[in-house]
C-alpha cells in the first residue's frame, strides 16, 4: 500500500529477469553489463539495459528482498522524491562504476571488461538513508552479547548481495558513495538530479493505477503462520514511531534538567494560541513577523507520520526553524 513505484521495482524487473534464464536465454547478452563495448563499441544502451535487469537469479531474489524492506522510504517521502532518490543515485552510481574501475586498472593492473548486472546501485546506495533515518531496535540476544535488531535481516540479505559476485564490491560503493552524495545538504544533488514534476504526473495517471494496492482494511486477518516475519516488520514499522516519540521525550526531559522549561510561548505564539478567540487582538504587525523559514518536506513527512496535520507541522518547523526536535515536542503537548 503507498508504494506503487517500489511493487513496480518489484515486479517488472524480477520477471524479465526469469524470463531471460529460463526462456530467453540467447537474449541474455544484451542485458550485460560490459563495459568494454560501452567505452570502445560506444554502446550507451548498456548503461540502461545491463543497470536494469539482473542476469543472476541469486541477486534478483537478494535485490528483490531489499526492495522490499526499502518501501518504507516511499511511504515516508512520496513517489515523487523516492523515484527522484533512484533516479539521481542510478545516474550517480553509472559515472562511479567507470571511475571505481579506472583506479582499480590503475592501482592494482586489474582490468575489468564487465560488471554483475542488474538495479545493484540504487539498491546499495539505499542503505545510506536506512542506517541514518531508520531506528535501530533490539528484538533479542544470541549468546547474551550479541544484538538482533529489527535492521539485523536487511544487513545479512545486504552482506549476501555483497558477496555473491566477484566484482559487485565496486557496484556496492558506488552505490554507497552515490546515496551519500545525493543525501548531502552541501552538494545539492538533490535539486538537480530529481524528476520534473510533469513526469511524475504523467507516471501518476499511467502506471501508478495498475502497480498501485488498495489501502488494507481492518477486517483482515493476521496471524496467518506463512506471514509471522512479514508481520513482525511491519509491527517494527509502526514502532519506528513510538521511537521517535520516546527519543523526544528524552531529549525533553534533558533540556529541563539543564536549562528549565522551554518558552513555548516566545517560540509558538500562532500554535499556542491558535484555538484562543482574543489571538486576532493580539495578533503582531506585518512589520514585526519575520519572513517565513524554508521549510523541508523531508521533516513535514516525519511529522505527519506520528499524526500530526500538514498545517500544524509546517507551522511548528517555521516557529521552530526547521528543528525536529523541538517542532515535536511542542505538538506532542499541545
Known amino acids: ?37 560501452i567505452k570502445e563499441d560506444f554502446q550507451i544502451w548498456r548503461l540502461v539495459c545491463g543497470r536494469t535487469i539482473c ?20 511511504r515516508r517521502y512520496g513517489s515523487r522524491k523516492f523515484s527522484s532518490f533512484l533516479l539521481g543515485v542510478w545516474m550517480l552510481s553509472a559515472l562511479f562504476d567507470l571511475l571505481l574501475v579506472e583506479i582499480t586498472q590503475y592501482v592494482f593492473g586489474i ?67 552515490s546515496g551519500i552524495c545525493y543525501n548531502s545538504s552541501i552538494l545539492k544533488v538533490h535539486r538537480i538530479l530529481c524528476v520534473p514534476s510533469w513526469v511524475a504526473k504523467i507516471f501518476s495517471w499511467t502506471l501508478e493505477p495498475i502497480f498501485s494496492s488498495a489501502e488494507p482494511t481492518n477486517d483482515v486477518r493476521v496471524g496467518m503462520g506463512a506471514t509471522v516475519d512479514i508481520q513482525r516488520q511491519q509491527r517494527m514499522e509502526l514502532l519506528d514511531r513510538q521511537i521517535m516519540m520516546s527519543q523526544v521525550a528524552q531529549m525533553r526531559r534533558q533540556r529541563q534538567q539543564q536549562g528549565g522549561m522551554i518558552n513555548w510561548n516566545r517560540l509558538f505564539p500562532p500554535l499556542r494560541h491558535r484555538h484562543n478567540a482574543n489571538y486576532q487582538d493580539h495578533r503582531p ?6 519572513p ?27 516557529a521552530s526553524n526547521n528543528d525536529l526536535n523541538v517542532a515535536t515536542n511542542f505538538l506532542l503537548q499541545h
Not at 520477471?15 to 550485460?32: G, M, P
Not at 504587525?285 to 519575520?290: A, K, R, V
Request: aromatic residues 12%.
Open 1 to 37: 500500500d503507498k508504494a506503487p513505484l517500489s511493487k513496480s521495482l518489484l515486479l517488472v524487473p524480477s520477471a524479465i529477469s526469469i524470463l531471460l534464464t529460463l526462456l530467453f536465454q540467447h537474449y541474455q547478452k544484451f542485458f550485460a553489463y560490459n563495459l568494454q563495448a
Open 55 to 74: 542476469l543472476d537469479l541469486k541477486d534478483t531474489f537478494s535485490s528483490s528482498l531489499l526492495i522490499y524492506n526499502f518501501r518504507i522510504f516511499e
Open 111 to 177: 582490468t575489468i571488461n564487465s560488471l554483475p548486472s542488474g538495479f545493484l546501485g540504487p539498491v546499495f546506495a539505499l542503505f545510506v538513508p536506512f542506517y541514518s533515518s531508520i531506528p535501530r531496535m533490539q528484538v533479542t540476544q544470541v549468546l547474551g552479547h550479541f544484538s538482533i535488531t529489527n535492521k539485523t535481516l536487511v544487513y545479512i540479505l545486504g552482506l549476501q548481495l555483497l558477496t555473491s559476485g566477484s566484482y559487485i564490491w565496486i557496484l556496492a560503493l558506488s552505490g554507497l558513495v
Open 285 to 290: 504587525s506585518e512589520q514585526d513577523t519575520p
Open 292 to 318: 517565513p523559514t524554508e521549510v523541508s518536506e523531508e521533516q513535514v513527512a516525519r511529522l505527519m507520520e506520528m499524526g500530526f496535520s500538514r498545517g500544524d507541522a509546517l507551522e511548528a518547523l517555521r
